[in-house]
Structures are given as C-alpha cells and as structure tokens.
C-alpha cells in the first residue's frame, strides 16, 4: 500500500524557516509529479509549488523567492523549505504525488495527511 507521510511542520516566529519533508514508501512503478498544497482555516486548498521527475518546478506567485521545492529521487522524498514565514503561510501543508502502481497503469494521485504550520509571533 502507497502512503505519503509528511514531517517538519511546527510553529515559528514571522522571518523564521521550516524545511517539511514528504517520504513515499509502498510497493510502486514511479513517481511523476508530486508537489506542497495548503489549506488555511475557512479558505480552498491552493497549490504552493510543485516539482516534476526530471526536475522542472512551479511555484504559487504568494511564494516565489521565500519557498522552495526540490526531491530525492532515489529516495522517494521531496521537500520544501520555506524562508522569509508570514502568518499568512499558516496553514495546513499538505504532501501530492502522481505515481504509477505498475508500468502498464495510468498514475493516480495520492496525498499526505498533513502538517500544521503555524506563523505567529
């Protein structure tokens, strides 16, 4: 079974920094496209960033320049560290992968169960 466990959230002082990590473990073929989400209390959930296998990355205009997105291939982990915090980044932060169970099947989305990150001074 396919799971996505997050790790590195806490609480930090606005300025401050975090580094969440996302390990996927299980039985699979390959990982596409994973990337952060985050969902604040009453708001969506929103893309942060992404990052493809071969490396390509995207980031949400709220973050670029504070935030960024990179993984581990061989250990089927990416990260995200997160510079410059304002407490409008106070959010659940939440891990996304497409992965292929085997060659022959289209990928499917799988997610993490979330990390809170709280911004507040």
């Known amino acids: 079974q396919v799971q996505l466990v997050e790790s590195g959230g806490g609480l930090v002082q606005p300025g401050g920094s975090l580094r969440l990590s996302c390990a996927a473990s299980?039985?699979?073929?390959?990982?596409?496209?994973m990337g952060w989400y985050r969902q604040a209390p009453g708001k969506q959930r929103e893309l942060v960033a992404g990052i493809t296998s071969g490396g390509p990355t995207n980031y949400a205009d709220s973050v670029k320049g504070r935030f960024t997105i990179s993984r581990d291939n061989a250990r089927n982990t990416m990260y995200l560290q997160m510079d410059s915090l304002e407490p409008e980044d106070t959010a659940v932060y939440y891990c996304?992968?497409?992965?292929?169970?085997?060659?022959?099947?289209?990928?499917?989305?799988?997610w993490g169960q979330g990390t809170q990150v709280t911004v507040t001074s």
């Open positions: 996304n992968a497409e992965i292929k169970i085997n060659k022959n099947l289209s990928p499917r989305d799988y």
């Open positions: 299980g039985s699979f073929f390959s990982i596409d496209v």
